[in-house]
């Protein structure tokens, strides 16, 4: 999907227009409305994410997000926009199914699926500009931390 495109689907957060009528109206009675981390449009997962701002020395944002399947910094893919907008991408895959023991059985056939197993795709826009050359990546037990620093012009305006 292209990066314009996911701008106006359900999974892309803005913390610029967070409060206004418009906002919490956006969404209302859109199918592909992403509330709990289901796939929303063409079955691409929308993984929930906690966004949260950094002061002091460390002046930023920190995103950290549920993707299960997701084990390593190589299955993400991040993407930025004018500096103010993050694209967080990648695919994730059930193959290895755990089991209890042997099962007796090299075949098995889905009866139910309820994990996502395909693409996800994220992105969020800031409400000032970023630092993407200096944006890190960890991954720890399917739980993705993105940090990322504020521009030495965006962090000494405030107080």
């Known amino acids: 999907m292209s990066t314009i495109e996911c701008l106006l ?14 906002a919490k109206l ?8 992403n509330v709990d981390g289901l796939p929303s449009h063409r079955g691409v997962l929308a ?8 002061d002091g020395n460390t002046a930023g944002w920190l995103l950290v997000g549920d993707i299960p399947g997701v084990n390593s910094v190589d299955d993400i893919k991040i993407e930025w926009l004018d500096g103010t907008t993050i694209f967080i991408r990648g695919k994730t895959a059930t193959s290895s199914i755990p089991t ?9 056939k889905t009866v ?12 969020v826009t800031l409400p000032a500009k970023a630092n993407p050359s200096e944006t890190k990546i960890e991954v720890k037990d399917g739980v993705v931390f993105v940090r990322i620093p504020k521009t030495s012009e965006a962090g000494s305006g405030t107080a």
């Open 100 to 108: 209890f023991g042997e099962t007796g059985s090299k075949i098995m």
């Open 9 to 22: 689907h359900p999974h892309h957060i803005s913390l610029v227009d967070t409060h206004s009528l418009r």
């Open 47 to 54: 993984p929930k994410l906690d966004v949260f701002e950094l």
């Open 112 to 123: 139910h699926k309820e994990r996502h197993e395909g693409s996800f795709e994220r992105s």
């Open 26 to 33: 956006n969404h209302m009675g859109d199918a592909y409305y």
